[in-house]
Structure formats: structure tokens, C-alpha cells
């Protein structure tokens, strides 16, 4: 079993929690694909099993009552979509959309339960996964009450570049991004996030290149 990782890109990643050999036995289910932007998961549906992704990015997140959307995280392979609802007796909210071609199975709920009970230093990393969202949340919460949308969009963007692949102090950011997705994240309209993007390419703190943005990150 791993220890709890950051990572800023993927804040609800769950694939280091299990053990890799029950993540590629559960693999080896059914196997579901969608394309980019289809729907894969809705809200208010009890389900007695969770979609584990196999391959591709997934984005989860709310939708308002006026039809905007809230992204709370970026899946990808060996993640569970919506991994608390497996603890709650509700029905969940969580919503989960294609952001590549993705490829999923399906688990279900009695075996994750089984894995966790019977796995005390499983059930202690999912007590510390659970404690650094609600952290997450709060910081949101902060964020959205008290800094300009262009001050979200600079933090947006530092969590989401590539660290690992940096050209000259220039950092990439993913290219299935899209501006909506990054309205999601930051509580605005696709409308103020193009504005603001092409005001920070101007100033020369963004970049277009390689079919994707470059943040000048210092």
C-alpha cells in the first residue's frame, strides 16, 4: 500500500490508495468507453457500484440549479469516480464527464467496503485522503469569498501545470483543458476566464504553443 501524495493537478486522485493488484483485478471487468464530453456518471442516482477508470481523464463536479457547473477534481487511470458516496447512504450529487476518450469498469461497493475494512492501514489513508479535501473545500471557500477572479485563475493555474515539463521558467498546462473547465474550477463564466487568458497572454505572463498554454510561472 502507498503513502497519501499531492498532487495539485488531480486533487480527488484515489488510484494511490489501493493496492495494484486488486486496482488491475478490477480492471479486468467490463469494460465501458465514452468520448470526450460525454456523460458518464449523474447525480442523484443510488448505485450499488462505482466506475473505476481504465483509461482517460474524467472531471467531476456539481451542477447548480442555474446550470453552472462546479469542477471538483481531474481523474485518471486507477481512480474511482466519486469514491465517498461508497460511505453514505444518500444519493450522491456528483456528476462525472469525458474530458478525453475514456474507458471505465464497474466495482462494486461491497467489494471497496470489504477492502477497507479489512485493511486497517487502508481505512487510516482514506481518513487523511478525506481530511485534505475538506481542506481543499475550505481553501476554495476562501478563495471564491475573498480574491479576484483573476487572483483564482493565477492560483488555478499554479495548480494545474506541468511541473515535470518545463521549458525555460515556462510550465505547460493540460491540453484537455478547456476554458469551461477552468471556469468550473474557479466559480466564474467561460466568457470572464477567455477575457482574462487572452489579457494574460498580452502581458505576457501566458503563452500559445504546441496547440496548448504556457504559464510563465515565477
Known sequence: MSTIESDFLYPCRTSHLFDNDWLKKWQE???YTFKRGEQISY???LENELYLVVTGNVSIGHLHEDGKECVLGILHAGDFVDLPSVFSDKESDVYATALTDVTVVKVPKKDIIDKVTGTPELSH???AYFSRQLQEVVMIL???AYDKV???LIR??????DRKNAKNGWYPLPEFITHKDIAGMIASTRETVTFLIN???QSGVLKNEENRLWFLKD
Do not use: C, S
Request: hydrophobic share 40%; net charge positive.
Open 156 to 161: 488555478a493555474f499554479h495548480r494545474l501545470i
Open 150 to 152: 483573476e487572483e483564482r
Open 199 to 201: 489579457k494574460l497572454i
Open 29 to 31: 471487468g467490463r469494460q
Open 142 to 144: 476562501e478563495q471564491v
Open 43 to 45: 447525480p442523484n442516482k
Open 125 to 127: 489513508q482514506l481518513l
